[in-house]
Structure formats: C-alpha cells, structure tokens
C-alpha cells in the first residue's frame, strides 16, 4: 500500500518535471523565433485596427457601448481559437522530424509531449493576449467593470484557448502532416470565429443563422469575455463557459493521447 | 558467461497485410556489435523499432539488458538509447540544450543533467560548437549529436538505425571510431545498415535480414566462406561473350554467370591463383582478349546477391521503407 502511494507519487512528480522540460524546450522554439511571435501578435492587432477603423463605423449594434470595447474582448477570443491551431501544427513538425522517437524511447512520462506543447501554447497565448491589450489600451479601450473581474474575462479567453489546442493536438495527430493540420483547422475555425458574436452581434445575422451563432461555443466564451471586460451584467455566462471549457477538455484530452498512442505506433 | 544483452524470440508484426517482421530470433552477446544488414523494407527498422518499445510486436517477445520490452517498455526504456534514421534534435536549440534537455527527462538532478551533457559533447568532439545553435550544423554534426543524446543516459544497449545514411566519407569515418569507442567501454550495439562495407567494418556478428526474416547470421569472413572461396571476375567485349562461355564453364563446372550491367562473367576459383592462370591460358589459346580480370575475395555483396538472389540496391537509398509507409497509412493498434 505504502510502495504503491510511493510510486504514484514519484509517477506525478515525474510527470509535472518532464511537462516542464517539454515547456522549456517549447518556449525556447518561441523565444529563438521571434518571427513566429511577431506575426501571431500582428494578426490579430491587424484585425483589432481593420474592424475598428474600417467596419466599425458601419456596424449597428445593439448595445450601446463603443466599439473597441466591443470588439477587443472578442478579438481576446479569436486570438485564442487561431492560437491553438499552433499546437496541431508543432506537433505534426515533430512527428515528422522524429524527435517524437527520441522522446517515446526516453523513460518519460508520455503524456508530456502533448501537455508541455498545450502548456507552452497557452503561455505564448498569455504574451500575445498582454500586447493586445496594451495595443487596445492605446486606442481606446477601457474595462467597465473592476480590474479582477476584467482578469477573470481574459483567464476564460485564455482557458478556453487552451481546450482547443487539445482538440487541435488530436486533430494534428489524426492528420499527421502540418500543411494538412492547418487547412483542416482553419475549416473548422473559420465558420465557428465569423459565425459568432466576436466581431458583430448575432442579432444582426439572418435567422437561420442566429441560433447557430448566439449558441455555439465561440459566442458564448466571447459574450462572457465581454460581460466580464465591460461591466455589464453576466448572469450564467460563466457557467456556460466553463461547462463549455469541460467539456471540450473531457472529450480531447482523453482522445488527444488517445490518437497520440497510435500515431506513434505503440 | 553473462546474459546476453538482446534476446528477440520470434518476432512477428504485420503491417496490414504486409509481413513487416515474419518470425525474427537472435542473440546480440554483451560488449558486442550486432550488423542487421539488408536493403530497403527488409524489417531492419521495425526490428530496431519493437526492440526499442516503439512498437508492439503481433507476437514474440525481446529482451534488452534482460528486461522485457513488451511487458516492461518503461523498465526497458532506462537501459536503452536509440538514434534513429533522421536526427531526431531540436534545429531551435543549441547541441547542449539537446543534451541537457535529454538528461531531464532520464530523471538526473539539473546539475548532473548540465555536467553529463558538457561529457557527452566533448565525447563527440563537440564541446566548442555546443553553444551554437543546432541549425548552424552540418548533417555529421547533427547525427553525431543525435547519437550524443542517445548516450546521455548512459545505455548499456544502444540502437542505432542506419547511423551513417547520408554522411560523407569522413564523417562515416568518425561515426564508426566513435562507435568502436562505446563498443570498447562495454556498450552493446545493434546497428542497421544496407552498406556492406560498414557490417564487415563495424560488427562482431552480422545478420542478413530480407522480407522480415533473418535468412543467415554469422561473421564476416562466415558469410564470405559461405560462397566457398575466391572468385575471378572476367570482363570481355560483348562480341566476345559467347566464345567466352563455354571457356569458362568447362572450367568451373557449371554454366557460368553473365552480368549485364558489369559487362563480365563470375566463377569460383576453388584453387584460388591456380585457376586464374588456367583462365588466363585457355582465353589466350582461344585468341580472346578480356577487358578486365580480377581474382578477389567475395565481398559481401556477392553473399547477398547469393542469399537473396537480388542486389542489396544499395545504391538508391530511400528514407522512407515500405514498412513504414504501411504504418503511417494504417497505423496501428
């Protein structure tokens, strides 16, 4: 009894070690291309710029907020849901330049692969979100309601950023090509990002589409980052979010190392 | 006598329908080089690859440093190392990053993790390049560091799957006296290949594997003792074939062999210098003038051509085995 709780225990402490080395490793591949971290925070500030100076001015709305105040909470979504399209991508990389071999015949926890890439995936996310409110700050944005609230809106941009860069570790891993993962993510994320309510309201779409786009997940993590950021009233948002979180975790973490076992052939 | 350090007991795995590994046995003695030669998509990857944990086997069972690889993956893991086919390093990260990186993930206290990369980087004559970049590297530095961090954890069994693949003669140089290095310190290597020359340089013992079984095992100058002595090659103009043939059949016994893409017949030369002067005299007597003749050692390649009855193609070497192909399209259970 006592040995079994020793070796479940040193199983986790070695599990959390080797996340941390797969971060390390991740984050350095962020920090030595710094190329990388530049054009996935220019992205989305260009989108920020486009919406606000462009169609902003043409988007009747049903709130009476500003728009930057609008729009950047949204744009803190849809930098999360591209972001995670990352994960897929530089997974399928190291499949294919077998550094996934060299890890697989080390005596490490398995699981770090795909945990240390969500995780450094979710810190790089963390910088990219800094700078567009900095970015956001400069032209005009403000939060409504207090600084902790506003802290919780940016924490569910970000977790829910984190849930489908699992989904996107499972789908890299089913594709097993990098080209392939990216086509095939940005199908699937297109539709959910413009189909919502980040960049107008969904009130303002025809009536087939509302129902789709008041409801699926993307709109719903977004009108809850903007209760939280703009002071307005939330009422049961935040559970809907989290469920929404749980739920895309429940099914992908388990099919994420799922699919991971067998594309590595074990 | 100790244990032997790989023990593979019938190993068979299919790749759908293909028969990747067909019932392969064999005994790799510690402090020994084991030479798995064969060409493309014979099964010498997926071999490495069971031995390794990568795979599981349909059936039959490995051994490495005594421990199951099939019942114990985990246990197996920290007594082996494998560089495989590509390096398998990180372009971002400098040479001892890689290494330390690797030493982590064996578990070493992160000052251990530090010291036994700077060993392992002077090991491999790397130590002044460790602080660059690895995408500053050439291909030989890279597979030398790859086969660094297959050292890292100190393996008493290292793998190494077609170690030289792709170098230049003198890295191929440096890879092997790096190899017979670890060999000497006790380390137990198996290795791939499909160049003769490196089994005949490198192994103690070498196993030709062709379709997913072992068809002869032995030493070098076994295999070679296999095709029964020296061989003379005789080369003649075409116009001169056919009054060559029954010259040299008369002598050896049998109808002798013509090789169209070297322009020359093969025969044995039992008697070794005796029958090449016997050849040499009867050419001259029947007026025919050979463009080249040679009385040599057979060379591993004739004992693959013999055993297999097709050439080792050795000299369009793929990356990517049938075998493989098979896995990525099917994967696996």
Known sequence: MTMRTRSISRDVTHQVRDTIVMVKRNLLRIVRLPQLLFFSSVQPIIFLLLFTYVFGGAITRGTDIAYIDFLLPGVLVQTAVFGSTQTAIGLTEDLAAGVIDRFRSLPMARSAVLTGRTT????????????????????????????????LGVAVALLFGFSLSWAMAALGLWVKNAETAQTASFVLIFPLVFASSIFVPTASM?????????????????????ALMGGLPVGSLVLQSALWIAAILAVFFPLGVRIYRRAVGS | MTEPSIVADSIVRHFGEVKALDGVSLTV??????????????????????LTTLLKPDSGTGLVAGIDVVA???????????AGQ??????????????EMVGNLYHLPSREA?????????????TEAGSRPVSTYSGGMRRRLDLAASLVGRPQVLFLDEPTTGLDPRSR??????????????TTVMLTTQYLEEADRLADLIGVIDHGQLITEGTASDLKAKLGGDIIDVAVSVDDRDRTEPILSSISGTRAPWDESTFSFTIPAPQGAATLT?????????????????????????????????ATDGDTPETEQPAQSGRRRRGSK
């Open chain 2, 173 to 186: 140089l440096e890879m092997w006296s790096l190899i017979n290095e670890l060999v000497d310190e006790g």
């Open chain 1, 120 to 151: 450094a995936d979710l810190i790089r996310n963390v910088v990219v979100t800094i700078i567009m409110l900095a970015v956001g700050s400069i032209i005009g944005f403000r939060i409504g309601g207090t600084a902790l609230e506003a802290l």
């Open chain 1, 206 to 226: 025809p009536s087939w589409l509302q129902g789709f786009a008041a409801n699926q997940p993307v709109s719903v993590i977004a009108s809850t980052v903007r």
């Open chain 2, 29 to 50: 003695e510690a402090g020994t080089i084991y030479g798995l030669l064969g060409p493309n998509g014979a099964g010498k990857t997926t071999l490495i690859r069971v």
């Open chain 2, 114 to 126: 530090k010291s036994r990369a700077d060993e392992v980087l002077e090991r491999i004559h790397l």
């Open chain 2, 278 to 310: 016997e050849v040499v005299r009867k050419l001259d007597q029947a007026g025919v003038v050979p463009n080249d003749l040679a009385l040599h050692r057979p060379s591993l390649d004739d004992v693959f051509l013999s055993l297999t009855g097709h």
């Open chain 2, 72 to 82: 114990d993956p985990h246990g197996a893991r920290e007594s082996l190392g494998l």
């Open chain 2, 86 to 99: 590509t390096a398998a390093v990180d372009e971002f990260l400098t040479g001892r990053e890689n290494l």
